[in-house]
Structure formats: structure tokens, C-alpha cells
């Protein structure tokens, strides 16, 4: 009898598995997921503060469709998920808001899509994932449990470096930069071996600095390099910055300077930003983090 009835559950288990598997070819949209959405609170503050003023979907619900099924991920918690909504909205969509002087600037150009990945990711060669962005449309944030939301540091280390690099990537994709840029560091981008290229830790970022590289994944490719100096540019103190440029000495720092001075013209004559004030907002907007509810929605 006993035997029977787990007969009977595996032939359900696999029929089950087959219908499961004949949905997903037919239908790439997770039907399971978004039939057991209730909409909570949260939800209907992302709608006030990301889908209508700016036509951004923010997904903290880990959907199968919206994760790399290569990795082994799991979803965010809800709590850092309000505290990292307010906190992009507060030191990423809002600066640009007060920089641009209008909504605009972030509702034209700024991915459609920011979506939440409780653990971290790592390539095959164990570099760790801290965000990626597809097409222009979607970034994805990872190791969102694991981090402390209120640490600054953790903060532009894990997400908001990031934010400004992807945003840069559609920036640069929508309005090329000169190509000026492309002959100063030439031939010396190191691609997929710029995690290895410039030894560890420090080390490697001194090592890259003075080869003219602000950070070592600016050296993996021209265009990543331009998104570095701006991404990195405006998450750090002036201070922090002329640091970097003294590590990468006298013969680093003349190859900086000069991309750089492509970059700051680039984006105040094309998107008439000036990184200066870009960066000083972000770190105004950084140091008031203590002003904001982060819990209550
Ligand atoms: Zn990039």
C-alpha cells in the first residue's frame, strides 16, 4: 500500500515536473509567481516613488525570468529591500533630480528596471558579481542581505559605484564620447585578465593606478574605463580622489588627468552635468543618510 502511494506521488511529482517544464518553453513569464502576488505596502510605495515619477520598476521579489539561472541565488530580504529603495532613491535618482533640475534627466535615461538579489554571485573564477546591467534596461543589485545599508563605504562599494557605472554605460551607448579617449590608453586594456593582471588587494590598485587605470576594472576595456572615472569620480571625497592620483604618481596620474578631462567635458557638454557638482551632491546627499526614516514606508 505504502509503495503504491509514493508510486502515485512520484507519477504526480513528474507530471508535475512535466507541465512545469512545458510552461516555461511556452511561456517564458513565471504564470506561479505572479498569480500568488499580494501587494503589500511596499509595493505601493515603489508605484509612488519609482513607477509613476519615473517609470522605474523596482523588483525585490527574486523572479526566475529576472535571475541568471547559472547562479545559485536567493531573494532579498523585504527590510533591506525598503532601506535600499529609499537609499537609491535618495543618494542616486534624487541627485540627478537636483543636478538636472527635473525628474527628466533620470525618467529618459535611467534603466527601467532595478532588481534585487539577496546573495552574492560569482563568475566561474570566483571574481565576485556586484552588479549587472542588461541592455541598458535593468540593473541588478546582489548580496543585498548581506551588507550594512547605514556603512557608506559598503554602500558605494556595492551599489552605488555601481549605479553610476551602469547608468554611464547608457549615457556613453545613447552619445558616444570623443574618440580621443579610445587612443590614450590604447592597446594597454588587459580584458578578462584585469582581475589577475595587477596582483591583489591594494596592491592591485596601486599597481593599476599607475598604469593610468583609476580603478584595476578600468583596465579590462576602453569603455569600462570611462565609466570607472566617472563612477568613481563621484562617490569619493575630493580628498580620496587626489590620493588615488598620488599612488599613481608621475606616471599614472598625467594619463588619468588627461582621460579624465575628456570625461568632465564630455558629460557637461553633452549632458550638461558637471561632475564636480554631481559629485558634491552625492556626498551631501551621503552624509545626510541620518535624516531619512529608512524602516517606515
Ligand atoms: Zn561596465
Redesign the pocket.
Known amino acids: 500500500m505504502k509503495k503504491n502511494k509514493i508510486y502515485i506521488f512520484i507519477v504526480v511529482l513528474f507530471a508535475a515536473l512535466f507541465v512545469s517544464c512545458s510552461e516555461d518553453d511556452l511561456n517564458s513569464e513565471s504564470v506561479i509567481t505572479e498569480a500568488q502576488r499580494v501587494e503589500n505596502d511596499f509595493d505601493r510605495w515603489i508605484v509612488k516613488h519609482y513607477v509613476t515619477p519615473y517609470n522605474i520598476d523596482f523588483k525585490y521579489r527574486m523572479e526566475d525570468i529576472e535571475s541568471d539561472r547559472d547562479y545559485n541565488l536567493i531573494p532579498a530580504d523585504y527590510t533591506k529591500s525598503v532601506q535600499l529603495a529609499k537609499l537609491v532613491e535618495f543618494l542616486c535618482l534624487n541627485v540627478y533630480d537636483e543636478v538636472t533640475g527635473s525628474k527628466e534627466f533620470i525618467r529618459d535615461y535611467f534603466p527601467k528596471m532595478i532588481h534585487l538579489v539577496g546573495s552574492p554571485a560569482y563568475k566561474n573564477n570566483g571574481d565576485m558579481i556586484l552588479g549587472t546591467a542588461e541592455g541598458g534596461l535593468k540593473i541588478t543589485l546582489y548580496n543585498v542581505n548581506n551588507i550594512n545599508v547605514l556603512n557608506v563605504a559598503d554602500l558605494n562599494y556595492y551599489y552605488f559605484k555601481t549605479i553610476h557605472?551602469?547608468f554611464a554605460?547608457i549615457l556613453h551607448q545613447t552619445r558616444p564620447y570623443p574618440t580621443a579617449f579610445k587612443e590614450i590608453s590604447g592597446s594597454e586594456y588587459v580584458k578578462d585578465s584585469w582581475s589577475s593582471a595587477w596582483g591583489s588587494g591594494s596592491a592591485a590598485d596601486a599597481a593599476a593606478l599607475k598604469a593610468g587605470f583609476i580603478t584595476p576594472y578600468a583596465s579590462s576595456a576602453v569603455?569600462?574605463d570611462f565609466?570607472e572615472l566617472i563612477a568613481t569620480y563621484v562617490t569619493n571625497t575630493e580628498a580620496t580622489w587626489a590620493a588615488r592620483l598620488k599612488t599613481a604618481g608621475t606616471t599614472g596620474a598625467p594619463i588619468i588627468n588627461s582621460k579624465f578631462e575628456i570625461v568632465y567635458n564630455y558629460m557637461l557638454d553633452t549632458w550638461n552635468i558637471d561632475l564636480d557638482v554631481l559629485r558634491d551632491t552625492v556626498l551631501d546627499h551621503q552624509e545626510r543618510i541620518g535624516e531619512l526614516d529608512l524602516d517606515e514606508l
Open positions: 557605472h551602469e554605460h569603455d569600462e565609466v
